[in-house]
């Protein structure tokens, strides 16, 4: 379930409960994990072309397919972890739930609010 103010769009990741969903649930680091497993046995990561082509990540470039150090994808996603534990304004549902205050961080809007 997560958050989305209807007056701006702002929006924050699902809220996190213990035992549940969270920054670092395991449907996030399982992926870090074979990332740093394959790369620790010598092997490049493929990711899809279009993703780097414009970016400053090396790459190598085989057959159109395009392959990074896999040390470049751990550090954009925990880069990505980051911005959602940096974005996360109420937590937990029981926090926005009790904030006497509830104000969007981006438009300052109290009343227009999208939970799904």
């Not at 780097?52 to 954009?76: C, N, P, R, T, W």
């Amino acid at each position: 379930m997560f958050i989305r103010c209807d007056n701006c769009g702002w929006e924050q990741d699902d809220f996190w409960s213990v035992g549940g969903w969270g920054p670092f649930d395991e449907n996030r680091i399982k992926p870090l994990q074979d990332v740093l497993e394959k790369g620790l046995n010598g092997e490049k990561i493929e990711v899809d072309i279009n993703f780097v082509k414009d970016s400053q990540i090396e790459y190598e470039e085989i057959d159109g397919k395009a392959y990074v150090d896999f040390k470049e994808i751990i550090i954009l996603d925990l880069d990505r972890i980051k911005r959602i534990i940096l974005n996360m304004t109420w937590p937990t549902y029981e926090s926005f739930k009790n904030d006497p205050n509830k104000e969007c961080p981006q438009c300052g809007s109290s009343e227009d609010w999208s939970i799904d």
